[in-house]
């Protein structure tokens, strides 16, 4: 067993989309028609053949409330690795990036949480 895909609920996939490509550096990987909205999914340009991340249409009754409580909460939806927290807030802040957290060393871990612009708060952790 191995996962090939998981989820973050959007408010709007196109706008997602753009967020989570031209600011984050994911690649779209897939987008096919779901009815009225798609399959769309994103990669990391450095594993293609990874894990996708399916940006997700909010539209189900229950979504709205479970992320507004967990952004209400603080609680990141996601995490993603990257090679240097301060390095990858520093740059996106550049780019107007609104972050929640900053930089923040807990032992080996340094992390930093991001508003994703499409209602969800999204960690980066390095090691």
């Given at each position: 067993?191995r996962?090939?895909?998981?989820?973050?609920f959007?408010?709007?996939?196109?706008?997602?989309?753009?967020?989570?490509?031209?600011?984050?550096?994911?690649?779209?990987?897939?987008?096919?028609?779901a009815?009225?909205?798609?399959?769309?999914?994103?990669?990391?340009?450095s594993?293609?053949?990874?894990?996708?991340?399916l940006?997700?249409?909010?539209?189900?009754?229950?979504?709205?409330?479970?992320?507004?409580?967990?952004?209400?909460?603080?609680?990141?939806?996601?995490?993603?690795?990257?090679?240097?927290?301060?390095?990858?807030?520093?740059?996106?802040?550049?780019?107007?990036?609104r972050?929640?957290?900053?930089?923040?060393?807990?032992?080996?871990?340094?992390?930093?949480?991001?508003?994703?612009?499409?209602?969800?708060?999204?960690?980066?952790a390095?090691?």
């Amino acid at each position: 067993m191995r996962i090939i895909t998981t989820n973050v609920f959007v408010d709007d996939q196109s706008r997602a989309l753009d967020f989570y490509t031209d600011v984050l550096g994911f690649e779209k990987k897939t987008d096919l028609p779901a009815g009225e909205h798609r399959w769309l999914t994103v990669v990391s340009p450095s594993s293609r053949d990874g894990v996708e991340l399916l940006l997700e249409p909010s539209d189900h009754p229950a979504v709205g409330t479970f992320k507004a409580a967990l952004v209400g909460d603080g609680i990141p939806y996601a995490s993603f690795a990257v090679d240097d927290v301060v390095a990858e807030h520093t740059r996106m802040t550049a780019l107007g990036v609104r972050f929640v957290q900053p930089p923040t060393t807990m032992g080996a871990v340094t992390v930093a949480v991001f508003d994703d612009t499409c209602g969800n708060l999204i960690q980066i952790a390095s090691m």
